[in-house]
Nanobody
Framework: QVQLVESGGGLVQAGGSLRLSCAAN????????MGWFRQAPGKAREFVAL???????GYADSVKGRFTISRDNAKNTLYLQMDSLKPEDTAVYYC????????????????WGQGTQVTVSS
């Protein structure tokens, strides 16, 4: 098991940027593929981005071209750079890790952080 801790959320105006971090405690992330998910009030949790352990990335259509997932192995940290934010990006954002094949389904991930709130004002 790897413990994940998200940070970097906050309140930002539409069009602004935020960078979320997901720090891993207890184990190195180098053996894991990672994902970012989000959950808006009253809605189900949804896929945002994923990164295979080898570096290949994938994005939900709603964030493609605006969000970038990356990992710094030296810092044992996953990032989500979010640019051109929209009010509909408002949600609690979660990072997740898996030793298996990453996917858009949250059921593929067995390690989760506690989430960080992102609020985008119009």
């Amino acid at each position: 098991q790897v413990q994940l801790v998200e940070s970097g959320g906050g309140l930002v105006q539409a069009g602004g940027s935020l960078r979320l971090s997901c720090a891993a405690n207890g184990r190195t992330l180098s053996g894991y593929s990672m994902g970012w998910f989000r959950q808006a009030p009253g809605k189900a949790r949804e896929f945002v981005a994923l990164r295979w352990n080898g570096g290949t990335t994938g994005y939900a259509d709603s964030v493609k071209g605006r969000f970038t997932i990356s990992r710094d192995n030296a810092k044992n940290t996953l990032y989500l750079q979010m640019d051109s934010l929209k009010p509909e990006d408002t949600a609690v954002y979660y990072c997740a890790a898996t030793t298996g094949i990453p996917a858009t389904s949250e059921s593929r991930y067995d390690n989760w952080g506690q989430g960080t709130q992102v609020t985008v004002s119009s």
